[in-house]
């Protein structure tokens, strides 16, 4: 337990330095925000960004806060319960706020353990409540989501990091605009129209210009101590050639799926995207409610993949394409539309065939797990031409009995069991082994 525990607190460190300290990979898709004013506070809500299959698990982003008309104290910024629910002993929540005079930055981060979403399966998370303070009978107080101080563009992003653990992931916060708070009671607000250039901190008289970068834990200076990440991590260059940013637009990929009888081997195929070094193959998890990485295939020529799963299931995958820059990033294309398939059942075991006093025989089997059904052959010889004499539209079939016979004859029985997949087309195990009944 302590080993595991330990384990946890290592991930969220790597988590926190990497979301802090490394350079982010340039993604395809947008993600979304919103500020909403009541009584003086300002609730924030994020929206996953689009075509992302992981949960999300890290997140960061800044807000700014600014008086335009009156004076206000430090605000202070609330994590909502839908965040504090998942919130682990060692995970992390931050919200530093730094400056003063009316112009203040909010840092907020999010870190959880590998098995939470902060997102919770859905596509939007409302974070938390900024508190605002102002401290005179009429105001007038703006909050805006902006980028890193250090970055000379002001562009709104939102970086995260998947439970995968890959390396940090920025992408555009689309459509988010500023508000402001006014009136004496707080209790109006209304949405600042396009302004061009936006997002920038209003340049009111006496006010301080956009707050100082916030304190970032340093790396060590020992590089052996940094907190390694995944094997499968690419840092990333922020300043990705611009000559990438066309494949983000690129048709998504088409993924064909086939799985054979008597195996619960998957083939896949797609076709290849230009431009593409490689690409990535997602399974959707029915009980997590998650898209999980299978596998990596750095191989721009590779179109077709094979790998052997479970028996009798039903899977979900999707595929996308990848470019790597000279300098390393990645910029991904789009998901491919969801392509799904069933695998065929396993072998029946334990075959049994007696005789009745009938004459009839009676057959029983072990039951395959993920079977929907059975079929029964019969032939006078062993190695001899089979016929299906019956088939079982019942999972929990285990058992038949009626199967007239001739008295002096000698018969062969074999069993396999069949699933039907969302196709309409069945797949078949393997014929179990071969039962001799002689009839008396």
Known sequence: MRKKIKRSIFRMIVCCFAILLFPPHIVSADAGGELTVGNQKITVTLQKPQEEP????????????SVLEGQMQEPSFEFAETVLSIQKPDGVRSAAITGQNGSYLIDIIISEKA??????????????????????????????????????????????IN??????????????????CTDTNGS?????????????????????????DPDMPQTPDNPSTTPELPNDTITDNPQTPDETSDFTKKAAPKLTLSAKNKSSKISFAWNRIEGADGYQIYRYEEETKRYTRVKTIANAEKTSYAKTMDYATAYAFRVRAYQTSLEGSRVYGKFSPIAKVTTAPSKVTKLSVRQLKSAKAALTWQPQEGAQGYQIYRSAKKNGTYTRIK??????????SGISQKRGKTYYYKVRAYVTGEDGVRRYGTFSSVKKLVIR
């Open 115 to 160: 098995d939470q979403d902060i997102f919770a399966g859905g596509n939007q998370a409302v974070i938390g409540t900024l508190n605002l303070s102002p401290s005179s009978g009429s105001f007038r107080i703006q909050t805006a989501f902006t980028g890193a101080p250090s970055s000379d563009d002001k562009q709104p992003v939102l970086r995260y």
């Open 188 to 212: 109006n607000h209304t949405t600042i129209p396009e302004i061009p250039g936006y997002p920038v901190t209003p340049n009111v008289p006496g006010n301080p210009v956009t707050p100082a």
């Open 391 to 400: 088939t079982l539209k019942n999972s929990q079939s285990k058992k038949y």
């Open 54 to 65: 992981e949960a999300i698990t890290s997140v960061r982003f800044f807000l700014t806060v």
């Open 163 to 180: 439970h995968t653990g890959q390396s940090v992931q920025v992408v555009p916060l689309s459509g988010v605009r500023p508000v402001v």
